[in-house]
């Protein structure tokens, strides 16, 4: 079967949905690939890049879609591209089923079988092709390279013959893909970074990338995110005005805000009010990555960049991941041939779209003529994490009775321990001779005090230190080595014995120092 990607006819597209490396591996596949003449310009791809890579150039879109059994595409397909599908064709694209009515029915009526990518369920094992967050990601690295082009100072902080400059501070509203990625961008570039989301799971995950997360004075129960596919829950609105009471208090001190919180198919929510934006300092940005379905902020305007009347610049614009187009055509179209190679079980060229397969299934938006959107829901679902019950706080007086009895247990087991050690020490003394005895009792001595210094040590505290004091411990080798020269045969094996594992813990002491203390060197 033909594999081919047009040309996006999409004003200011510039991505596209097939590279000269993902050719090679869906060629692997046994698929033959095309690509319209130019579709890859605009991303840094040209056409004898691709021909290099064993692929067709077609002329023109018309011959590309009649020549294609599986055509992949980046944007919402037109009623005129739409037009090309037949029963026998599959179309790989973003569709946005959930607001794109017309379109599916189009699709039905052609019999076409159409996957929508935004549709990859979020599951573990459809992460590769999950190619929302794919755009996501870059759409948060982006946002934030697009801030500071029009914030007019450093983000780090600097000591400098001139004066000291303060750190750029940063608030990301939205922990989600594209709100961890600005808040990775951020961070490394030195701002001091702000996180705020209203699913409390995410919280060790910005705090784990160097910001520090946004907590109300507010309790309310919330979804966690893994058991909605990853995207926020709506909230009350007791809620909501705590946290635009929050907002308000921070409003005067960020530099920089950048908001990505948005649900699909519904409107953004109003997160940041023009009396926010009134009291942000002049020279302040913010970045609406919701721009697409109305803003976060009030004020921001679809695909343009407005200046308030106190000098704070908002930005709009959807189309981030094309603003990279290089780099995001690569990672969708390995969406996408990741997709390929569940769709091409045998590796033979030839679509199997097996709808018992979760990840198929929830991506396909038409099928055999059927429109099969909205899926159910896959049978691995996401687990989400299961909330732990606070454990009891205890009382002064139940902590001491706690503490006595613990206590009185430890002694009980100690003095059992004890009474039994010394009624068989006595027992033996009682038939042993006098000599024995002496070495005997040396012996229990030693293991005792040896389990008590070496065994009873955690883990944890195996450092070099630990490993030099085995090593020091060895002296017991001495005795040992006394002993080697005796006359009895008994003796002497005994004694080589104990010189083997002394020898053990002396050479392997030291060794383990040494490749310890060599992980802090630099060469």
Not at 11 to 37: F, H, W
Not at 185 to 213: C, H, K, N, W
Not at 266 to 273: D, G, H, Q, T, V
Not at 446 to 455: A, L, M, P, T
Request: hydrophobic share 45%; proline share 5%; glycine share 8%.
């Amino acid at each position: 079967m033909k594999i081919g990607t047009p040309m996006e006819v999409e004003a200011g597209e510039n991505r596209v949905a097939m590279t000269p490396d993902s050719a090679r591996q869906l060629q692997k596949l046994g698929y033959e690939c095309l690509i319209q003449s130019g579709a890859g310009a605009k991303a840094e791809f040209s056409d004898a890049a691709f021909e290099a890579a064993g692929v067709t150039v077609v002329a023109t879109a018309d011959e590309l879609w009649a020549q294609s059994d599986i055509i992949a595409k980046v944007r919402i397909p037109t009623m005129g591209e739409l037009d090309h599908l037949t029963a026998d064709k599959t179309l790989i694209t973003f569709f946005n089923p959930g607001g794109n009515e017309e379109g599916l029915e189009k699709a039905k009526a052609k019999g076409a079988n159409v996957i929508a990518m935004e549709m990859v369920p979020r599951i573990s094992r459809a992460q590769k092709m999950d190619a929302l967050s794919s755009m996501a990601n870059i759409a948060g690295y982006r946002g934030v390279i697009e801030a500071s082009n029009n914030f007019g100072r450093f983000f780090t902080g600097q000591i400098t013959a001139a004066g000291k400059v303060p750190p750029a501070k940063v608030l990301v509203i939205g922990a989600g893909v594209a709100g961890l990625a600005a808040i990775g961008t951020s961070t490394s570039l030195g701002a001091i970074t702000y996180a705020f989301d209203v699913r409390p799971e995410v919280a060790e995950q910005v705090e784990s990338m160097g910001a520090e997360f946004v907590y109300l004075d507010f309790e309310e129960e919330q979804q966690d995110g893994a058991a909605t596919g990853g995207y926020a829950s709506v909230s009350s609105p007791e809620f909501r005005e705590a946290q635009l009471k929050k907002f308000r208090e921070l409003a005067p001190e960020i530099d920089m805000v950048i908001t990505t919180a948005l649900i699909p198919n519904r409107e953004a929510p109003k997160l940041w009010l023009a009396d926010m934006i009134a009291s942000m300092k002049p020279g302040s940005v913010i970045v609406d990555l919701a721009a697409e379905k109305g803003g976060n902020a009030e004020g921001t305007v679809k695909d343009e960049k407005v200046v308030t009347d106190n000098g704070v610049t908002i930005i709009g614009y959807t189309d981030f991941p094309s603003r990279m187009a290089t780099q995001a055509s690569t990672l969708y179209a390995t969406n996408i041939r990741h997709m390929m190679a569940d769709l091409t079980p045998e590796k033979d060229g030839q679509i199997v779209h097996n709808m018992e397969d979760d990840v198929i299934r929830g991506a396909t938006v038409t099928h055999q003529g059927e429109i099969t959107f909205p899926p159910p829901p896959p049978k691995v679902a996401a687990i989400a994490a299961q909330k732990k019950e606070k454990p009891k706080e205890l009382t002064p007086e139940e902590k001491r009775a706690n503490e006595v009895a613990a206590f009185k247990a430890q002694t009980k087991q100690q003095v059992t321990l004890l009474a039994v050690g010394a009624a068989l020490i006595l027992g033996v003394g009682l038939i042993a001779p006098a000599s024995f005895m002496q070495h005997f009792i040396v012996f229990v001595l030693s293991v005792f005090i040896g389990f008590q210094v070496i065994w009873n040590v955690s883990h944890s505290l195996h450092t070099p230190l630990m490993a030099v004091t085995n090593a020091i411990s060895s002296i017991i080798i001495l005795g040992a080595l006394m002993q080697i020269g005796s006359g009895g045969f008994l003796v002497v094996l005994l004694a080589g014995i104990s010189v083997f594992f002394a020898g053990i813990n002396i050479f392997g002491g030291f060794m383990v120092t040494r490749r310890m203390l060599a992980m802090f060197q630099k060469s």
